[in-house]
Each structure stands twice: as C-alpha cells, then as structure tokens.
C-alpha cells in the first residue's frame, strides 16, 4: 500500500480527517502515536482530534509533529467496545458521533475509528447515509495472497445480498483497488461455489451477466472459489457480507494457527532452534509480508463520506496504515470515482 502523497497539485492541497481518539482498545496513546507517524506520511493532511482533552494534550506534548497537525475537540464520552448501536445512537456527545458528524457537516473529508464497529456502522449509515444509487454500503479491507494484495468485499455490513448489491460492490471494489492498491484494471471475481457459468444462485449469476455487460466486463474474470483468495486469483473478491465474514475470519484463523505451529516446530529442539537461526531472515521476510499491521484499515464503501475503520487491537503504525487509506480515498476522489462508476452502470441497464 502506497502511503506518500500523490505528485501534482492535489499534494498541495490540505485535507483533514477526523480522528476519533477515544476509539479503541489501548486509546488515546496508540492513536496520537499513529497521527504521529502519520503527519510525516502525510504533510497535507490536518486532523480533527475528538477526545479527552485532558488526556490528549500530555500525548501532543510527546509527539510534536503530531501536535501540530491535530485540532482537539473536547468530549468526555465515549463509545465503550460494549456499546450496543442503538445505544451508540443515543450519545450524541460522544468521540465516535462527534467524528461522524464532523464529516457530514463538511468539517472533515473522512474519519478514523478503532472503535466499535457495529456503532460506527451504524452511526454512518444513519447520519451520513448512502450515496446516491448505493442501496447498502459494504465493508472492504486488504489482505494478502500468493500474487500480491487483493480486495475483498463485503466482509460483514450486509448479511444477505441481492444482485443489484452484488454489482455495486464490484463498481466499488474496482475503484477501490485503483485507489488504494494503484491498479490500473483491476480484476473481479464474485466468490461462488465452483467456477462453472451454472454454478451458484441466480443472484449471483445475473450479477455476473450485469458485469459482463458494463463498463468494467473485461476486468471481470468470472466466479471464483474460496482458494482463489489466498491465490490471489483476481484483484478483487465480491461476496455478500455473510459468507465474507466466515471467509476472513478462517483466513486470520489460518494464519494464527500457521505462527503457532512454526514456533512449536522451531522450539522442538536443540537442532530446530538451529533450523530458525539459518531460516531467520527469510522467517522475517515472511513475517513482514504477513504483518496485519499492513492491512489494517477496513473502509465502509458506499456511504456519503470516508469512513475507515481500524483493528481495535492495533498499534500505532497500524492506526497509521488506517490513516493512510483514509487519505488515498480523499485525495484520489474515491465517492466521485464510485458515482461515475454507477453511472456507467446504469447506463448499461438502461
């Protein structure tokens, strides 16, 4: 994922996202400390920092560059990792609405939460709304394959799908991937129980006869199965919210179980702890490319506004990489790019 600023005129441009501080497992401090590394990515951007205040200015004073990006607005409540969302609804005052409501009041062209998630999605569905032509946002992030990052979504927003779902997730996973993964045609796969044409439902094989027939057919590479993620079969992984979910959630249980059984091995023995000395730098490699820390940032597609949401359990150059998403769908214009996309869509429909 590319985190430096674009060349041209859009990198003289100053663009701010609120940032909501209170959000998160180990908040305030791994959000400044992220704002911080994320201010020298980042020199254009400001940010809104909605939290304590009281809390928050000791941490400014210990991440300067920091310091003289952020904005503090004061609130003392907070939504908890407990916090029901139609409870989440009720609090007006707290750092996850107030940054929710910054973006819808153009005060800021996108936020950040690691708060939690259910609350945030449904404070954005309810205060900011969907785009115009977008039925139902979806949440997408990134992860890893044999052949590089791919997109994968939706992974949870929406537990059933119809085939008009279906299609607006492959127009926002496209522009996605052009956006934040710099592709130029991306590939599209709609994740199905076997490849064949007559394989799977009929929503699914008339979103499949819709893509064909749009302004993004030749990208689109037909279905797919679930061993076509980690192959990295196609640039993007279009499913509905239910099936997207399971399909993460055993990908993070795979790679989980795959460190524990490497330290089993590697601690087996006089002779396997010799085994990981020689294989250290290319565990480290591997260890790197794995790094969750470098797909953190999960956006919710579809809505009037950028919301990206961070791994509650993440650290600061997580938060960062979170940061980072955030800034490539405002600078690159992701909503416009979507609303153009549809448009084409449509066009072919009509």
Wanted: overall charge neutral; charged content about 20%; hydrophobic content about 45%.
């Amino acid at each position: 994922m590319d985190s430096t600023p674009p060349a041209g005129p859009s990198a003289a441009a100053t663009y701010t996202l609120a940032i909501d501080a209170m959000g998160g497992d180990r908040a305030p401090d791994i959000v400044v400390e992220g704002l911080q590394v994320a201010a020298e990515r980042h020199p254009a951007a400001r940010f809104l920092l909605i939290g304590d205040e009281a809390r928050l200015l000791p941490l400014l004073g210990r991440n300067k560059r920091a310091e003289k990006s952020c904005t503090i607005r004061h609130t003392a409540d907070a939504v908890t990792n407990d916090t029901k969302p139609a409870a989440a609804i009720r609090m007006r005052n707290s750092s996850m609405r107030l940054a929710v409501d910054a973006v819808c009041n153009g005060e800021a062209a996108g936020l950040v939460s690691a708060g939690n998630t259910g609350a945030l999605l449904a404070l954005a569905k309810i205060v900011l709304k969907t785009l115009p032509g977008i039925d139902r946002p979806a949440m997408a992030a990134i992860a890893p394959s044999a052949r590089g990052d791919v997109v994968m979504l939706d992974l949870g927003a929406n537990v059933a799908c119809d085939t008009r779902n279906l299609v607006e997730f492959a127009v926002m996973g496209d522009v996605f991937a052009r956006t934040v993964l710099g592709l130029t045609a991306p590939t599209i796969g709609l994740l199905n129980v076997g490849t064949e044409e007559l394989k799977g439902d009929d929503r699914l094989r008339a979103a499949a006869d819709v893509l064909r027939a749009s302004h993004i057919g030749p990208q689109y590479h037909g279905f797919v199965e679930g061993h076509d993620i980690a192959a990295g079969t196609t640039d993007v992984i279009v499913t509905d919210g239910f099936t997207g979910n399971i399909a993460l959630k055993t990908g993070e249980g795979a790679l989980k179980l795959m460190g524990q059984l490497l330290r089993q091995v590697f601690s087996a023995g006089i002779a396997s702890r010799i085994g990981y000395l020689l294989a250290r730098p290319g565990l480290d490699r591997l260890r790197e490319w794995l790094d969750p820390r470098r797909y953190n940032g999960a956006v919710m597609l579809g809505l009037a506004g950028v919301v990206v949401k961070s791994h509650g359990g993440t650290d600061a150059l997580g938060f960062a990489h979170a940061v980072d998403v955030a800034m490539d769908m405002v600078v690159h214009r992701f909503n416009d790019r979507i609303r153009d996309g549809l448009a084409l869509i449509d066009a072919v429909k009509a």
